[in-house]
């Protein structure tokens, strides 16, 4: 009887795991694109941040260099009345070292236009403007543009407008405009133009005497900035060297000239496709404030400059004693509205890309990371559904094979019990009489016994290899264990029977084995060539070596071979064939399995080779090395010598 395992909860229950996992792969993919898109969101807004942080601190210091060095205004203010500030820039300024010379230029303009170009260099040694005889050659390519005509007005003559734009005040006539920042050099170029005046009705006017346009003009380190501040403003804002997340590279912004580059040199200098660009080096009119100073006390002199991105900057000095103290306004950078000199006019752009390549390769190896990492944990989940449903089959399956065996055994032990009982009654009931019948009950109830005990020993030694009993093996004739086998299998060939032929070579083969475990192997092998041998009543029993680490010992019948699907599950535990079962053949269901597991204990295989005209089992066991046997050689004789000095004695 074979009793068939019901579906059951967890079956079900698997199932429907398994579909949650698929919808929970479905929303982590989901999810991972959506945490994708939001990291690579916030890495492109961090570095903008981080870049406009940048630029705008490397132009703040510039600005600050542009306002600190401006020298005061007033109709009797001169060049040399600039020195103070000079002095305070060099011994307070944060990088003073940005500066590297200072000239103060005097470019005649209107009536003075005939005059020469004047130059007085800053000597920081002599704290003094030390005239110039010719004009510095860094200051050539500067000066040829300070004394360029000015740009066409509109004014009349002797008038200007102050700021560009239509209703404005007047201004007397001015200098060319030059940006604050001039590439030559490069260089800040901070004009110092003719100071108008408030009459008595509170017009601005200029004085007829021209004077002529003074500019200072500011030397910057280019060295210093390479070498020196820019790494440091790096290190600032993006850490240090090789542990900064970015690669930068500065470039001159009209030429492409490379100026500065965090790698060093090499290929990775070129950044082709940025994941951040900033242009700067220019001066910001907005950040005035920050160094604005403002004293308005009523009766007291007093200073104050002030910035603005859509106005100009103003300046407020004392007037000569005795006129008005009010504030006078000049344009010093900014040109009307649509003129080119509003425009921004950077020198420098500063091209940010991540080590990896971009912040698109960082987000994409994130997301296969995490999808790695998500799915790895996925794929446990799915495993481990698929090892209970494995585990709950194979549990289902056993406990089956349990109760067949249960049943099985409580059959076959039934049998055996049942004609021992019977005989053993018959002769204590004195029923039988004559010597021979009692003999005939003696071999009756002896081979019953023999049945059980074989069948008590098959349970015994399946229960020792679950509880993982080892074998201790030595060098045996393989034909010594056939032999063994065949004496033990004798009285069920008698009863059947069952003719054996043994096929050995002349020369012992030797293997490595337990005798007694190998023995019982072969004779369960024997036993199912007899249930299964068919009507043809014979066993063959071949000794042969397979190469030369191994040696078989095949059993053979002439039976109908077992069906294709048992092929696989016959070495199971407590498994019977369809055959088995329909030709109601008694048997547990454990002889395969422990002829599989005494040769996989000796490290052998069983090989099965079956058809309709019968069945082949072949049992590959390792052939004993010439060395293991000269050492069992040696021992056996050392303990025969030892019985021998033992019995003397």
């Given at each position: 009887?074979?009793?068939?395992?019901?579906?059951?909860?967890?079956?079900?229950?698997?199932?429907?795991?398994?579909?949650?996992?698929?919808?929970?792969?479905?929303?982590?993919?989901?999810?991972?694109?959506?945490?994708?898109?939001?990291?690579?969101?916030?890495?492109?807004?961090?570095?903008?941040?981080?870049?406009?942080?940048?630029?705008?601190?490397?132009?703040?210091?510039?600005?600050?260099?542009?306002?600190?060095?401006?020298?005061?205004?007033?109709?009797?203010?001169?060049?040399?009345?600039?020195?103070?500030?000079?002095?305070?820039?060099?011994?307070?300024?944060?990088q003073?070292?940005?500066?590297?010379?200072?000239?103060?230029?005097?470019?005649?303009?209107?009536?003075?236009?005939?005059?020469?170009?004047?130059?007085?260099?800053?000597?920081?040694?002599?704290?003094?403007?030390?005239?110039?005889?010719?004009?510095?050659?860094?200051?050539?390519?500067?000066?040829?543009?300070?004394?360029?005509?000015?740009?066409?007005?509109?004014a009349?003559?002797?008038?200007?407008?102050?700021?560009?734009?239509?209703?404005?005040?007047?201004?007397?006539?001015?200098?060319?405009?030059?940006?604050?920042?001039?590439?030559?050099?490069?260089?800040?170029?901070?004009?110092?133009?003719?100071v108008?005046?408030?009459?008595?009705?509170?017009?601005?006017?200029?004085?007829?005497?021209?004077r002529?346009?003074?500019?200072?003009?500011?030397?910057?380190?280019?060295?210093?900035?390479?070498?020196?501040?820019?790494?440091?403003?790096?290190k600032?804002h993006?850490?240090?060297?090789?542990?900064?997340?970015?690669?930068?590279?500065?470039?001159?912004?009209?030429s492409?000239?490379?100026?500065?580059?965090?790698?060093g040199?090499?290929?990775?200098?070129?950044?082709?496709?940025?994941?951040?660009?900033?242009?700067f080096?220019?001066?910001?009119?907005?950040?005035?404030?920050?160094?604005?100073?403002?004293?308005?006390?009523?009766?007291?002199?007093?200073r104050?400059?002030?910035?603005?991105?859509?106005?100009?900057?103003?300046?407020t000095?004392?007037?000569?004693?005795?006129?008005?103290?009010?504030?006078v306004?000049?344009?010093?950078v900014?040109?009307?509205?649509?003129?080119?000199?509003?425009?921004?006019?950077?020198?420098?752009?500063?091209?940010?890309?991540?080590q990896?390549?971009?912040?698109?390769?960082?987000?994409?190896?994130?997301?296969?990371?995490?999808?790695?990492?998500?799915?790895?944990?996925l794929?446990?989940?799915?495993?481990?559904?698929?090892?209970l449903?494995?585990?709950?089959?194979?549990?289902?399956?056993l406990?089956?094979?349990?109760?067949?065996?249960?049943?099985?055994?409580?059959?076959?032990?039934?049998?055996?019990?049942?004609?021992?009982?019977?005989?053993?009654?018959?002769?204590?009931?004195?029923?039988?009489?004559?010597?021979?019948?009692?003999?005939?009950?003696?071999?009756?109830?002896a081979?019953?016994?023999?049945?059980?005990?074989?069948?008590?020993?098959?349970?015994?030694e399946?229960?020792?290899?679950?509880?993982?009993?080892s074998?201790?093996?030595?060098?045996?004739?393989?034909?010594?264990v056939?032999q063994?086998?065949?004496?033990?299998?004798?009285?069920?060939?008698?009863?059947?029977?069952?003719?054996?032929?043994?096929?050995?070579?002349?020369?012992?083969?030797?293997?490595?084995?337990?005798?007694?475990?190998?023995a019982?192997?072969?004779?369960?092998?024997?036993?199912?060539?007899?249930k299964?041998?068919?009507?043809?009543?014979?066993?063959?029993?071949?000794?042969?070596?397979?190469?030369?680490?191994m040696?078989?010992?095949?059993v053979?019948?002439?039976?109908?071979?077992i069906?294709?699907?048992?092929l696989?599950?016959?070495?199971?535990?407590?498994?019977?064939?369809?055959?088995?079962?329909?030709?109601?053949?008694?048997g547990?269901?454990?002889?395969?399995?422990?002829v599989?597991?005494?040769?996989?204990?000796?490290?052998?295989?069983v090989?099965?080779?079956?058809?309709?005209?019968?069945?082949?089992?072949?049992?590959?066991?390792?052939?004993?090395?010439?060395?293991?046997?000269?050492?069992?050689?040696?021992?056996?004789?050392?303990e025969?010598?030892?019985?021998?000095?033992?019995?003397?004695?």
């Open positions: 009887m074979r009793l068939r395992a019901r579906p059951s909860g967890p079956l079900l229950l698997a199932g429907i795991l398994a579909g949650l996992l698929l919808m929970l792969a479905s929303l982590q993919w989901r999810w991972l694109g959506q945490i994708s898109a939001d990291e690579r969101d916030r890495m492109q807004a961090s570095l903008r941040s981080q870049v406009a942080q940048f630029t705008q601190e490397f132009d703040r210091e510039l600005t600050r260099a542009y306002f600190w060095l401006q020298a005061d205004r007033g109709p009797n203010v001169t060049a040399a009345d600039s020195i103070g500030h000079f002095q305070r820039w060099f011994s307070s300024a944060p003073p070292e940005l500066v590297r010379a200072i000239h103060v230029v005097s470019v005649p303009h209107g009536q003075a236009a005939r005059g020469a170009v004047e130059v007085s260099t800053y000597d920081r040694q002599r704290e003094a403007l030390v005239p110039q005889q010719t004009v510095p050659a860094e200051l050539t390519a500067i000066v040829a543009r300070l004394a360029a005509p000015p740009l066409p007005t509109d009349r003559p002797g008038e200007g407008r102050l700021d560009g734009r239509a209703g404005a005040p007047p201004l007397g006539p001015g200098g060319p405009f030059v940006p604050p920042v001039a590439p030559e050099g490069p260089a800040l170029v901070i004009p110092r133009p003719p108008p005046v408030v009459n008595a009705g509170g017009a601005i006017v200029f004085s007829q005497e021209q002529p346009w003074d500019y200072t003009v500011v030397m910057l380190d280019t060295t210093f900035m390479r070498e020196t501040f820019v790494p440091e403003l790096l600032r993006f850490g240090e060297g090789t542990a900064s997340a970015y690669r930068v590279s500065i470039v001159d912004r009209k492409g000239a490379p100026v500065f580059c965090s790698e040199s090499g290929d990775r200098c070129t950044i082709a496709r940025p994941d951040a660009s900033e242009e080096f220019e001066i910001r009119l907005r950040e005035f404030n920050r160094f604005v100073v403002v004293d308005d006390r009523r009766g007291q002199p007093g104050s400059m002030t910035g603005s991105s859509s106005g100009p900057m103003a300046t000095a004392p007037l000569p004693p005795g006129g008005p103290r009010e504030r306004t000049m344009n010093v900014r040109g009307p509205e649509g003129d080119p000199r509003r425009e921004r006019q950077p020198l420098w752009r500063a091209d940010f890309a991540h990896a390549g971009s912040l698109e390769a960082v987000v994409a190896s994130t997301r296969r990371r995490n999808l790695l990492v998500s799915s790895s944990v794929a446990l989940l799915g495993a481990s559904i698929a090892m449903v494995v585990s709950s089959t194979r549990a289902r399956r406990a089956a094979q349990q109760m067949e065996f249960v049943a099985g055994v409580s059959h076959e032990l039934r049998t055996p019990l049942a004609v021992i009982r019977s005989a053993a009654e018959n002769l204590a009931d004195g029923v039988v009489h004559d010597r021979e019948q009692v003999q005939r009950y003696g071999q009756l109830i081979g019953e016994g023999r049945r059980l005990t074989e069948m008590v020993e098959q349970v015994m399946f229960a020792g290899f679950d509880a993982g009993r074998l201790d093996t030595r060098p045996v004739a393989a034909i010594d056939a063994a086998a065949i004496e033990a299998s004798g009285p069920l060939l008698a009863s059947s029977e069952t003719h054996v032929d043994i096929d050995a070579p002349d020369t012992p083969l030797l293997v490595q084995a337990n005798a007694a475990a190998l019982r192997s072969v004779q369960n092998l024997i036993s199912n060539a007899v299964y041998g068919g009507p043809d009543r014979w066993v063959g029993v071949r000794i042969a070596p397979a190469d030369r680490r040696v078989t010992i095949a053979s019948d002439h039976g109908d071979g069906a294709e699907p048992d696989a599950r016959i070495f199971e535990p407590f498994y019977r064939g369809q055959h088995a079962a329909d030709g109601h053949v008694p547990s269901g454990l002889g395969l399995s422990l599989d597991r005494i040769v996989r204990q000796h490290g052998g295989r090989e099965v080779q079956s058809s309709a005209k019968g069945t082949t089992f072949r049992l590959l066991i390792p052939a004993a090395s010439a060395a293991t046997v000269g050492a069992e050689e040696t021992l056996t004789t050392a025969a010598g030892l019985d021998r000095r033992g019995a003397t004695s």
